[in-house]
T-cell receptor
């Protein structure tokens, strides 16, 4: 089974801190995605990547950046954390470049910004 | 702007009953419609999916009905079980990006 591992299950950070959320997948998938999940809003795409060093903005990229230096690792960076970035963050990977199927999600990181 | 609208937000069903969750989309370029199931503390997992060239797909107790002209699709869970209690997300894609609905929290009472 494909495994997508998110480094932290829970994080508490202070406003203004730089925050790194790490995601690693073990099945050589080309595509990796970062979503945030909020009640009543579903999952919203922040950034995605189709290849190493390649990134594209999703629907809500403001306040975030990403890094993909290696194929298996995709990092989400909050440059200066704010309270409105308190959320559940989900990383996903997929093999197929066409169509949205075959997403494998990690278990999520619940980030609280105080 | 939410391109995929999902309802209801929450649903309570008795064991053995039928659970129905509805979604509507706007973008006619969407060409793949999956449903994801999420249990507490876990990430979403693919449950069942359909393409717009068919009107229905069934896998066990789970059925997707698709109405292309109305731009609507729905998930039916037959003989609902307490183990089906989870959050369900519909989604749609054109290309490799998925757009998700708001989610439905399903509770199946024993």
């Amino acid at each position: 089974d494909v495994k997508v591992t998110q480094s932290s299950r829970y994080l508490v950070k202070r406003t203004g801190e730089k925050v790194f959320l790490e995601c690693v997948q073990d099945m050589d998938h080309e595509n990796m995605f970062w979503y945030r999940q909020d009640p009543g809003l579903g999952l919203r795409l922040i950034y995605f990547s189709y290849d190493v060093k390649m990134k594209e903005k999703g629907d809500i990229p403001e306040g975030y950046s990403v890094s993909r230096e290696k194929k298996e690792r995709f990092s989400l960076i909050l440059e200066s954390a704010s309270t409105n970035q308190t959320s559940m963050y989900l990383c996903a990977s997929s093999l197929v470049a066409i169509q949205g199927y075959g997403y494998t999600f990690g278990s999520g990181t619940r980030l609280t910004v105080v | 702007q939410q391109q995929v609208k999902q309802s209801p937000q929450s649903l309570i069903v008795q064991k053995g009953g039928i659970s129905i969750i509805n979604c509507a989309y706007e973008n006619t370029a969407f060409d793949y419609f999956p449903w994801y199931q999420q249990f507490p503390g876990k990430g979403p997992a693919l449950l069942i999916a359909i393409r717009p060239d068919v009107s229905e797909k069934k896998e066990g107790r789970f059925t997707i009905s698709f109405n292309k002209s109305a731009k609507q699709f729905s998930l039916h869970i037959m003989d609902s079980q307490p183990g089906d209690s989870a959050t369900y997300f519909c989604a749609a894609s054109s290309g490799s990006r998925l757009t998700f609905g708001e989610g439905t929290q399903l509770t199946v009472n024993p």
